[in-house]
């Protein structure tokens, strides 16, 4: 199957005249089981405004497997693994994968696979897995919408092997008991680790690791590994000596790496940027502003970052939306988007150069998972639902569209296919 895929591939980049190594310009993704995409504009980057409708763009395969992607325009990418393992785009492609490719590199990944376990209390008997009509399946996914059991829940793909047997998990946010059970009133609030007189339901998570083998162009970045990334997203006539690159390690903490060039893609050494709490989200845009989400939902801006202070001085605190914590952010050339816990897009007004902070949140739309923004402030968004599709196909890659100096929250979604 992968060599009829490799074909198909092969022909439609051909009929495209799609060859060889990715441009500046391309737009990088993954999708939701870690295949790494690219599309290829045909036009320059100022043109990208004009460019193809969502629904219309090709995106071709990379060798490899990632969680998440970053790029910018001086053909640096870098991605992330879901065992946090950081890599770096080694610059050449291969359409396929073989030994005599020297910079196709063995590239892994383990991942876990969760599934839970429900129960009900039961007055005369305690809890059981005898639940209400109403209730999720006692065997589910997190959501509790699909019945997911020990026996019928399988790897990814057929790429993927298990190399572990299922286990309770006890490291689950909000804590467990002795047992690996959470605790709950009922099931779709929120689940805590020990029992009180109002717990009327129970989970516990299984986990079991799988694991890939792939061969790619990805050189790894040792020894941290990482929760989150940001590329500083310059113009591509830009001429730097190094780029800002911002990351998060698995813990929390903030790191800058050093080093970083075209010529050096995977930079140097990692600098650890001083925080008294962890964090989810970082980003940095043009003029080295960095935002950063704490994994409580406080938004921080790190002021007096220069290239001769590439750590900056000292965090800002930012109020967030009213009655929201956020989760991710990504800040462009002189704009700052970030999305909410509940998939709430918003916008951050008032940004100049002498007040980088801002002053309040404007609610641009909903169902957004994920937001991009690029050197010339395009907005670019993963949305979880799109008008006129089913809501089975979450994941379709959106652009805004009409932003502009004038406009930079722009006006309306181009939007992709689910």
């Known amino acids: 199957m992968n060599d009829w895929l490799d074909l198909l591939s092969g022909c439609c980049c051909e009929c495209r005249g799609i060859a060889g190594t990715p441009s500046r310009q391309a737009l990088w993704s993954t999708t939701s089981k870690g295949d790494i995409m690219l599309h290829e504009p045909s036009l320059s980057l100022e043109a990208l405004a004009h460019a193809v409708p969502c629904d219309l763009m090709f995106w071709r395969q990379i060798p490899g497997h990632l969680r998440c992607v970053e ?7 870098w991605g992330i693994g879901w065992d946090g393992t950081a890599w770096v785009y080694s610059g050449s492609f291969g359409q396929q994968p073989s030994p005599v490719n020297p910079e196709m590199h063995l590239q892994t990944d383990v991942r876990s696979i969760h599934v839970y376990e429900n129960q009900r209390w039961n ?120 780029v800002p690159v911002w990351a998060l390690s698995d813990k929390g903490d903030v790191l800058c790496r050093l080093g970083v060039s075209p010529q050096n893609p995977a930079g140097s ?37 220069s290239p001769e202070n590439p750590a900056g001085e000292c965090w800002y605190h930012i109020p967030s939306p009213p009655r929201q914590n956020l989760r991710q952010l990504s800040v462009g050339r002189t704009s700052v988007f970030a999305v909410d816990e509940n998939s709430n897009l918003w916008y951050r007004q008032g940004l100049t150069p002498s007040y980088p902070q801002g002053s309040a949140w404007e609610l641009i739309s ?53």
């Not at 790029?71 to 990418?77: A, F, K, P, R």
């Not at 305690?126 to 919408?145: A, I, N, V």
């Not at 793909?157 to 804590?175: H, I, L, R, Y």
């Not at 909903?366 to 968004?381: A, E, R």
Request: aromatic share 10%; charged share 20%.
């Open 71 to 77: 790029s910018n325009s001086l053909g640096l990418v």
């Open 366 to 418: 909903n169902n957004v998972t994920k937001v991009s923004v690029g050197p010339l402030d395009q907005v670019w968004i993963v949305a979880d639902g799109v008008p006129g599709f089913p809501t089975e196909t979450p994941g379709a890659i959106c652009h805004r569209l009409s932003v502009g100096p004038m406009q930079p929250k722009g006006l309306s979604w181009d939007y992709g296919i689910g």
């Open 269 to 305: 050494s990692w600098l650890h940027v001083g925080t008294d709490q962890p964090f989810k989200s970082i980003s940095i845009g043009g003029a080295n502003q960095v935002w950063a989400i704490t994994r409580d939902g406080a938004v921080f801006y790190r002021g007096s970052v």
């Open 123 to 242: 007055p005369m008997t305690g809890y059981t897995d005898k639940g209400l009509p109403t209730d999720r399946p006692m065997w589910s996914d997190e959501s509790g919408l699909k019945e997911c059991t020990k026996g019928n829940t399988h790897p990814p793909s057929p790429q993927w092997s298990w190399v572990s047997e299922w286990a309770v998990d006890f490291t689950v946010p909000g804590g467990t008991d002795k047992e690996g059970w959470q605790y709950a009133a009922d099931f779709p609030t929120t689940f805590h680790g020990h029992k009180t007189m109002k717990d009327f339901v129970r989970r516990r998570r299984w986990t079991r690791r799988c694991k890939i083998t792939v061969r790619g162009p990805w050189n790894m970045v040792p020894p941290i590994h990482l929760s989150d990334i940001s590329l500083m997203p310059c113009l591509a006539q830009s001429k730097m000596e190094e």
